[in-house]
């Protein structure tokens, strides 16, 4: 098998590709494989088990690509998979190569963004039940009082246009007063799902100018220049030729294509991939 | 492998639990097997193929259980799935069992709800792209206009429980709007989602008086009953002890049985099975 190629970026579907964004923005030099699970997408109210067996077949398809390192630009993949993939899977039959999830980069700077020392997350139902954003965000700031938020109508709003229509106001709404009603001195909300960044305005907008509404993808873009840096080991074996390929498990590669356009600056043409079995 | 047994019906999910409490309504002395899809569920957007393969392999499993008879009590898999399952996978390997959808039996009464000749199907994006509805009511029904409106929103919002709340109603005018824009001579609209009976009151409200809200359920129930009365020698292979058995592919259960209580009158304690492979 292939040890040498681009970095494989993963996600249940397209939201990914707003952290993929930032990262190829950022580090454009390196190839990259994204690969979107949409034939099984949407994670988010999958179980732990299920959304193990998922990720892990497609980061298996992503190391047979010749990904050395693969980033789970997923949220839900990243509280429900990452900590199994790493502490087992990955041990047992692929000890060479590394794969890094969204959270703990994210949970590694958040507290730096509020003086209230208290901040919301906001998330799919998947990955507020997983307890990870607060579990892994008082790791490193101790004293942070972490509230978070469900908002499981937000990826469907999104996905179907009506992100940036009067629709989507009333759930905009719905979600934040219910994470307010938690505690009136949050200062700073993490936007702790991929696709959230595209109600960025909106939600914005709902909110007193003092509370920062923080993204992910420039977050897990610098950590993982800076990965790259104190792991010269890895950064050898990734190739630089400035590609990105992008593949999909749909056989509707035209869907993906034109709703990537949503997430994505760039025109995307993918191919369709069978990762079971 | 056993001939007699239950009435297996099945769904990508919970939705076709509302046909389901029709049929068991005016059907209540045979056994049923319900089964739902749950850990690949929804379905409406995916593809031909993946969509047959999920519902082959999900009606495999109720076979396995003793069903002679399956119903889809699921449009998508009604639309995209059904036909290849009867012209092709039943005469392989199962020519004495029958699967049935709910797309023909609503097709044969539909037209005589309306007196316009005009009428409106709502349905998931996947079951209007199919274009079924429009076919099968077309050939019992040469005259009539069917004008289709794709709403995929309303399941999410079903799902969500933001049914019966102020939310909803944007997104139950916006479709409509959208149906009733194509011909303002519609004078009746076919719920072609087994979702959406639960919206049925916030739609018949958003609309004039004389446009008629027609769910399926009892138009399938009524259905299979003339059905296995013409046909006797499936009738007697149906075990009649009145139990009514849930099973679902996601090994959360609690949150099946949970969501199972919006659809279904019945208290419903769900077992997990695995259906792949």
């Keep these: 098998m292939l040890t040498n190629g681009p970095i494989g970026v993963f ?6 590709l707003t952290v993929f964004g930032s990262i190829a923005k950022l580090l454009p030099q390196y190839d990259y494989v994204y690969l979107g699970d949409n034939k099984r997408s949407p994670y988010g109210d999958r179980t732990f088990n299920t959304i ?79 307890g990870s954003y607060k579990l892994e965000i008082n790791k490193f700031f101790p004293d942070l009082k972490v509230y978070q938020q469900a908002c499981p ?12 229509k009067p629709g989507s106001d009333y759930f905009v709404r719905l979600y934040l007063d219910e994470l307010m009603a ?13 696709h959230y960044p595209l109600l960025q305005d909106r939600i914005q907008a709902a909110l007193p100018q003092h509370i920062k509404v923080v993204g992910q993808g420039e977050i897990v873009a610098h950590s993982l220049a800076d990965y790259l840096q104190r792991h010269p080991e890895m950064e050898t074996k990734i190739t630089r030729g400035g590609t990105r390929n992008f593949f999909t498990t749909t056989d509707d590669t035209e869907q993906f294509d034109k709703t990537a356009s949503i997430f994505f600056p760039d025109a995307v043409k993918a191919g369709f991939v069978n990762v079971e079995g």
Excluded at 182 to 194: E, F, K, N, Y
Aim: aromatic content about 8%.
């Design 11 to 16: 996600d249940s579907g397209i939201g990914g």
């Design 52 to 130: 193990h067996e998922y990720t892990w077949e497609c980061v298996q398809w992503l190391f047979k690509q010749g990904c050395p390192l693969v980033i789970l630009a997923c949220n839900t993949a990243s509280a429900k998979a990452l900590r199994t993939i790493q502490q087992k899977d990955l041990k047992d039959d692929y000890a060479d190569r590394r794969v890094l999830g969204v959270i703990r980069p994210t949970a590694e700077v958040i507290g730096d963004y509020s003086s209230s020392k208290k901040i919301g997350v906001l998330g799919t139902a998947g990955t507020v039940q997983s």
């Design 153 to 164: 109508l937000w990826v469907p709003l999104i996905e179907n246009g009506e992100y940036n």
């Design 182 to 194: 938690q505690s009136p001195d949050i200062d700073t909300l993490l936007l702790a799902c991929t």
